[in-house]
């Protein structure tokens, strides 16, 4: 029953955060949306505020910042997420390869590192991925998210069904539901055993991160 509130809470948050970006555009310019969705995503975000009014919620600290800038296919983000008290402790670092699909659609293809604690804190220092290449990550298959932008100018998907597998504590899959908007980012991981019984994530909505810092 939680996911209808979650919803509708969602709803109201894509509206307040694109109001003024739908103020600002233009009609008849064409935007080029993997350039735009990634620069939505690109900075230090925090749930801060969501964590001071709902205990069920951490304090999580999400940064995203762009690397090997001369790709010409796809634009490519360093991500890293922290419990806020334990910065030089990130629970998650990945690899996002977003680019545009024959059939519309945005997809934000999910990449490992071999070594993730050599890059602890790598969006303070992005050249040191100027040593390694796409060929050194390790592809999390059926984990990518599939975005389109909406009426208000957010980007909004998922993973697919059960695609992406998971085996931390006791899963077997798991879903991720994402919008992007300006100035947010509003994400809901959660894990699955084989019976489609929930055993990790939030259970009564997604984290809402509120940008705090541009990284440019």
Same mark, same amino acid.
Request: net charge positive.
């Given at each position: 029953?939680?996911?209808?509130?979650?919803?509708?809470? $969602?709803?109201?948050?894509?509206?307040?955060?694109?109001?003024?970006?739908?103020?600002?555009?233009?009609?008849?310019?064409?935007?080029?949306?993997?350039?735009?969705?990634?620069?939505?995503?690109?900075?230090?975000?925090?749930?801060?505020?969501?964590?001071?009014?709902?205990?069920?919620?951490?304090?999580?600290?999400?940064?995203?910042?762009?690397?090997?800038?001369?790709?010409?296919?796809?634009?490519?983000?360093?991500?890293?997420?922290?419990?806020?008290?334990?910065?030089?402790?990130?629970?998650? !670092?990945?690899?996002?390869?977003?680019?545009?699909?024959?059939?519309?659609?945005?997809?934000?293809?999910?990449? /490992?590192?071999?070594?993730?604690?050599?890059?602890?804190?790598?969006?303070?220092?992005?050249?040191?991925?100027?040593?390694?290449?796409?060929?050194? $990550?390790?592809?999390?298959?059926?984990?990518?998210?599939?975005? !389109?932008?909406?009426?208000?100018?957010?980007?909004?998907?998922? =993973?697919?069904?059960?695609?992406?597998?998971?085996?931390?504590?006791?899963?077997?899959?798991? =879903?991720?539901?994402? /919008?992007?908007?300006?100035?947010?980012? $509003?994400?809901?991981?959660?894990?699955?055993?084989? @019976?489609?019984?929930?055993?990790?994530?939030?259970? @009564?909505?997604?984290?809402?991160?509120?940008?705090?810092?541009?990284?440019?």
């Amino acid at each position: 029953m939680w996911r209808p509130i979650f919803l509708l809470v $969602l709803s109201s948050l894509i509206l307040t955060a694109c109001a003024n970006r739908q103020l600002k555009k233009s009609p008849v310019n064409q935007v080029d949306e993997v350039s735009e969705l990634a620069q939505l995503m690109t900075g230090k975000f925090s749930s801060t505020e969501q964590a001071a009014k709902d205990s069920l919620f951490y304090d999580i600290s999400l940064v995203m910042h762009p690397i090997w800038e001369t790709d010409q296919s796809a634009k490519w983000l360093y991500v890293e997420q922290a419990v806020a008290k334990a910065m030089k402790k990130p629970y998650r !670092q990945r690899v996002y390869r977003i680019s545009k699909m024959d059939d519309g659609r945005i997809e934000s293809r999910v990449y /490992t590192l071999a070594n993730p604690k050599k890059y602890i804190h790598a969006w303070e220092n992005p050249t040191i991925f100027n040593n390694i290449n796409a060929d050194s $990550l390790m592809i999390r298959e059926g984990c990518a998210v599939f975005l !389109q932008k909406n009426g208000e100018g957010c980007y909004s998907g998922s =993973t697919k069904e059960k695609d992406c597998q998971s085996s931390l504590r006791g899963a077997t899959y798991a =879903t991720s539901e994402v /919008t992007v908007c300006e100035g947010v980012v $509003l994400s809901w991981d959660q894990g699955w055993d084989k @019976t489609d019984k929930q055993v990790w994530g939030a259970e @009564t909505g997604g984290y809402v991160f509120k940008k705090v810092m541009d990284k440019k």
